[in-house]
């Protein structure tokens, strides 16, 4: 089991940034890539960005590359999104996942391949 603590959400106007912190605890030694995903009212939960944990490499939806930036501090077992330049349609409950060794793998940017989630953090951007 791998337990995840989000926070850093909050109200922003457009332009602002905001931090969003995810610590893992438990069975943090079968990470194999951390990531965010978002879900605004009546919309599915969509893919935002993704980490590795032992090479650090990431992948970006396009809606927020140059804007988001991913970061991870393996010694906390802490994965960090910094999200400058906010825009009104980036307001949604943002959940970190974690997927682990040995579980189903349906491609990064999909929930399915993740096993462990957060409880949810609100985002929202003010026009």
């Known amino acids: 089991q791998v337990q995840l603590v989000e926070s850093g959400g909050g109200l922003v106007q457009a332009g602002g940034s905001l931090r969003l912190s995810c610590a893992a605890s438990?069975?943090?030694?079968?990470?194999?890539?951390m990531g965010w995903f978002r879900q605004a009212p009546g919309k599915e939960r969509e893919f935002v960005v993704s980490i590795s944990w032992s090479g650090g490499g990431t992948d970006y939806t396009d809606s927020v590359k140059g804007r988001f930036t991913i970061s991870r501090d393996n010694a906390k077992n802490t994965v960090y999104l910094q999200m400058n330049s906010l825009k009104p349609e980036d307001t949604a409950v943002y959940y970190c996942?974690?997927?682990?060794?040995?579980?189903?793998?349906?491609?990064?940017?999909?929930?399915?391949?993740?096993?462990?989630w957060g409880q949810g953090t609100q985002v929202t951007v003010s026009s």
């Open positions: 996942a974690v997927r682990t060794s040995g579980g189903t793998y349906y491609g990064l940017r999909s929930p399915r391949s993740y096993g462990y």
């Open positions: 438990g069975r943090t030694f079968s990470v194999v890539t």
